[in-house]
């Protein structure tokens, strides 16, 4: 993409964003030590280069969290983190987090909510939150109380927009989420959730049947025809991952990623960060890297664009706005 244009990130990933200058920063407000070689730290945010899967990806998350067990830390993140990506050309974007994972020193999974709810209004971007289930075992509680909590807190637009389901896809699968969606449905509450990428193109069958509005990542859809129409027909929006894709080697030849060719079969992809701190990434870059890895034409990258808008979690009079200076 050209310098000075514009994007929409809509699968951001509040621990996973932190840089190191952000880190330093939680670390100051709430007087916790870190390294003070630059070369350290980054190490310790960042994936190593022989990430073989998924769960090793998972594994970078145990720093940034730690920084984020106050109501200052978690809400200065959300407030640093929107602020950085919006000097990176983002002018929307909607940030993920799982309120049960910030309750170690303490918080409420409602204190977790208020606290990011504050540091977004004090961010200069226009920014949504979604609240993050979570997959694993012996939390059905606390993925109970995000969904409360998603209720409670519901909005158009300025607050939390919508749930996910994150974590070990292939460990805990999709199908043992039934109920909880189920409950997300009678509430009204929009849902994403992350299918297609550690386990195969079932997840995404599932997540559509559950009544996902959007998939996160559901890059391996593609393994099974019938998937990939569903999705069409349906009008599901994808939200891609490249860099993370690559690094979690959910994707092994990235030559073959299949963005474009979705992108041919009608399919509502958009391209995202993910974990822009933990991979080193920006969206900015993350264009330069699928225009280059697969030749992208201008008028692809614009549908691209175009598609984060409509898929957004948002009112219709923002997304207007966001068509407007797009």
Not at 111 to 140: F, H, P, S, W, Y
Request: hydrophobic share 40%.
């Amino acid at each position: 993409m050209e310098q000075g244009e514009r994007y929409v990130d809509l699968h951001l990933h509040l621990d996973g964003a932190l840089t190191p200058k952000i880190a330093r920063r939680l670390a100051q407000i709430q007087k916790m030590e870190l390294p003070e070689d630059e070369g350290e730290l980054l190490r310790l945010l960042t994936v190593p280069e022989d990430c073989r899967s998924l769960n090793d990806f998972l594994k970078c998350f145990e720093l940034p969290l730690s920084l984020m067990q106050t109501p200052e830390g978690l809400s200065e993140a959300v407030r640093l983190v929107g602020d950085t990506i919006l000097s990176q050309g983002v002018v929307y974007a909607e940030i993920r987090f799982a309120p049960q994972l910030h309750c170690t020193k303490g918080m409420t999974q409602e204190d977790a909510v208020k606290a990011a709810l504050e540091g977004m209004k004090r961010t200069k971007l226009k920014v949504n939150l979604i609240l993050c289930c979570m997959r694993g075992q012996g939390n059905e509680a606390q993925n109970e109380e995000t969904l409360h909590l998603a209720r409670k807190y519901l909005v158009e637009d300025g607050g939390v927009v919508a749930i996910d389901l994150a974590g070990a896809e292939a460990l805990f699968p999709t199908k043992n989420y039934e109920k909880l969606f189920e409950k997300a449905r009678e509430a009204g509450i929009p849902f994403t959730i992350h299918a297609g990428e550690a386990d195969g193109p079932e997840s995404v069958r599932l997540a559509v049947t559950y009544g996902a509005r959007r998939i996160g990542h559901g890059i391996r859809m593609g393994e099974d025809p019938e998937v990939v129409e569903l999705v069409r027909k349906r009008g599901i929006f994808l939200e891609t991952c490249p860099t993370s894709n690559r690094q979690t080697h959910a994707v092994e030849d990235m030559t073959k990623y299949p963005l474009r060719e979705y992108l041919r079969q009608g399919i509502l992809v958009t391209v995202n960060t993910d974990d822009m701190g933990i991979e080193g990434t920006t969206l900015a870059e993350e264009f330069r890297y699928v225009e280059e890895l697969l030749h992208l034409t201008r008028e692809e990258k614009r549908t691209l664009v175009s598609n984060a808008v409509e898929a957004a979690f948002t009112s219709p009079e923002v997304k207007a706005w966001l068509r407007k200076i797009l």
